[in-house]
């Protein structure tokens, strides 16, 4: 599902990698990640699925992001930095993709949406995702990247939704640091946007 | 705060790798983790927070759990064992948590929320975390732990809220293995309870 943030992020680590894959187009809101077909595959009914070269599977984007990028520059040396990473990625599952990814599935891509979400629903989204930006806005005066001294899979993993935040209505005029944070990602030797395929 | 699944996970590790620690209560319920003091030390404003001997803090318990689990065998030496590990810390933020630890909070632990709570909202927590046992489950048919041969920090994430799954009202009669599991996770050699205090 490429207009996905989490099956952007494990395409963009690979493409950086240089590890070449094949892309299985699977669309959750057809109804195709529940299929018996598709369950018996990831029993979460959920995307991204991992499918390794010996056919063993993983799911959880940030979960192939930490598994892509072990050894690698991507994932910190420094036990404290990599321990950092770890809560970046904790961070966006539990605290900014539900509210800034939700926001920009309603409003964006359901047919719709824009009209039937109710109000109170949107302005919680709102509230919740702005706190996320905040906490971003502030860890960005102190670094450059977020988990360490240089880029790594934590930047990835944030980099996804929050540089479509606009699709959901979320105004970044405020939040000058994240705004030269995601300049700074795109500028990445390397760097693919959401729409490339390999 | 040390009825919170959460705060819990943490604590049950250190214990079982023998590390010293010290116990400073904050209840997010009284207003404690919004105090400019304690988002001074942790802008998400919540618990549990770990505070390393040198000062560096870290927040997410479950990037706690592989933090410390680092180099133990809480956390598989097996690439994709520890991919799966991953896969089950983040399934448990993302998919269960939210469900299965909300439903307690409300109905157990919220004052009047029993009689508060609409039933549209208690229907989809129940709906959604029992899709997430049911998960669970099926992993547990294959194997004894959930990310690979032996208990790791996968199974410390997950017990957090599904031993205590009753206080939200879930009934896992329909869940022997998930059962099972539990009893096995509560006879490992050093396990302590919720109301475990060092």
């Known amino acids: 599902m490429q207009d996905s943030g989490n099956c952007y992020k494990p395409r963009l680590l690979m493409h950086r990698l240089g590890i070449p894959f094949r892309l299985v187009d699977t669309d959750s809101r057809d109804g195709s990640t529940r299929t018996p077909e598709f369950l018996a595959l990831n029993p979460t009914g959920k995307v991204p699925l991992l499918v390794l070269p010996d056919g063993r599977r993983l799911s959880e984007s940030n979960a192939m992001l930490l598994h892509l990028a072990e050894g690698t520059r991507y994932l910190p040396a420094d036990r404290y930095e990599r321990a950092l990473t770890y809560q970046w990625l904790f961070f966006e599952q539990y605290s900014h993709e539900p509210y800034i990814a939700v926001a920009r599935s309603l409003l ?46 934590a930047d990835i993993a944030l980099y996804a939704y929050t540089h479509m935040a606009g699709e959901g209505d979320f105004d970044l005029a405020a939040y000058p640091r994240i705004r030269a944070w995601l300049a700074r990602v795109a500028a990445e030797p390397g760097h693919v946007g959401i729409d490339w395929r390999p």
């Open 108 to 153: 964006h891509l359901t047919p719709g949406g824009r009209e039937t979400i109710a109000p109170a629903r949107l302005a919680e989204l709102h509230e919740r995702g702005y706190r996320a930006l905040a906490v971003m806005e502030q860890r960005l005066a102190e670094s450059d990247w977020l988990a360490g001294g240089s880029y790594s899979v």
